[in-house]
């Protein structure tokens, strides 16, 4: 099956940092997500991005298909931007589930 | 929005015992709905794919007599967790898709999850 792979596994910033968080998938996808799981568990959509550039306010996407990746950016981290964040893809083929990467764990203190 | 609803949050259960957890969609219609589990600081695992009307598909390596799964309405299915052991706590979460179509059907929305302690 497909592989999903996120890095770094663990990150630790300062209020006010900059960070990139990258997904790297083995074989073309239909969807491309970004998840921040809060300390509660609940699964936050950030992104449907599987191609191209999002934004939204200090979070931004992109997934370049062709090379089989997405970034996902940070900018002036809070600590309230603590937590898992996961990358989850769904494979070329309709109405079929997304697989979950490990996820990036991001810790930022003030 | 697609909003969709799990319950219950939190359940525990003796060992032996059978524990449900509901999930619905709230304001769509899902034909297809999943159900993950996720241990302690790990990834979320996809059990199975429940189709409305029709048998799930599991997952290599879950039992389907342990975890029974209906999905008998466009807006609900269920996950039965069986005779459960303290091997089975964990962190339960259903996702739902519209149906293929509609406006977003690419876009999996998730529940808030259920987490299962059996002692």
């Known amino acids: 099956g497909i592989q999903v792979e996120q890095s770094p596994p663990d990150l630790i910033l300062q209020e006010g940092a900059n960070s990139t968080l990258r997904c790297n998938f083995s074989?073309?996808?239909?969807?491309l997500q970004w998840f921040h799981q809060n300390p509660w568990g609940q699964l936050i959509n950030l992104f449907y991005?599987?191609?191209g550039t999002k934004q939204n306010g200090r979070l931004s996407a992109t997934t370049v298909a062709t090379e089989r990746y997405s970034l996902l950016y940070i900018s002036s981290s809070q600590t309230t931007d603590s937590g898992v964040y996961f990358c989850a893809v769904e494979i070329r083929q309709a109405g079929t589930a997304l697989i979950f990467g490990k996820g990036t764990t991001l810790s930022v203190s003030s | 929005g697609a909003v969709v609803s799990q319950h219950p949050s939190w359940v525990i259960c003796k060992s032996g015992t059978s524990v449900k957890i509901e999930c619905r969609s709230l304001d769509f219609q899902a034909t297809t709905m999943f159900w993950y589990r996720q241990f302690p600081k790990q990834s979320l695992m996809l059990m199975a794919t429940s189709n409305e009307g029709s048998k799930a598909t599991y997952e290599q390596g879950v039992e389907k007599d342990k975890f029974l799964i209906n999905h008998a309405s466009l807006t609900l299915s269920t996950l039965t967790v069986t005779s459960a052991h303290p091997e089975d706590s964990s962190f339960y979460i259903c996702s739902a898709r519209k149906a293929t179509g509609s406006s977003g059907a690419n876009v999996l929305t998730f529940g808030a999850g259920s987490r299962l302690t059996v002692l």
């Open positions: 074989d073309s996808v239909n969807n």
């Open positions: 991005i599987p191609s």
